[in-house]
């Protein structure tokens, strides 16, 4: 038997698999990013930019709301909120 699994990074771009979301979408708070990058580099889905501090962002029709970005930020400068909050970035 064999699985169809379309498990290569950014494949989100072919998906729009924000719909996957369950409860929860990170928030990306800006005051105290040090551009480090971890969260762009850690997301499975390649969607998130940003180069200058606290500029960062994801795009929410692909982000599947897994909280890895997240759970690596070192300064706590993402948060994941409930999906019905209002969110800017
Ligand atoms: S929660 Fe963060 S790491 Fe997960 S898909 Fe969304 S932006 Fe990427
Ligand atoms: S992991 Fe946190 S501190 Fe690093 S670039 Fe992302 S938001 Fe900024």
Do not use: H
């Not at 762009?40 to 909280?67: H, M, Q, R, W």
């Amino acid at each position: 038997m064999s699985v169809n699994i379309n498990s290569r990074p950014g494949s989100a771009r072919n998906n729009r698999t924000g719909s996957w979301r369950v409860d929860r979408r990170p928030k990306f708070l800006r005051q105290n990013c040090i551009a480090c990058r971890l969260c762009l580099l850690v997301c499975p889905e390649g969607i998130i930019t940003g180069k200058a501090k606290n500029s960062f962002e994801t795009d929410y029709v692909y982000c599947k709301g897994c909280g890895l970005c997240a759970a690596v930020c070192p300064k706590k400068d993402i948060e994941m909120i409930p999906e019905d909050t209002e969110t800017e970035g």
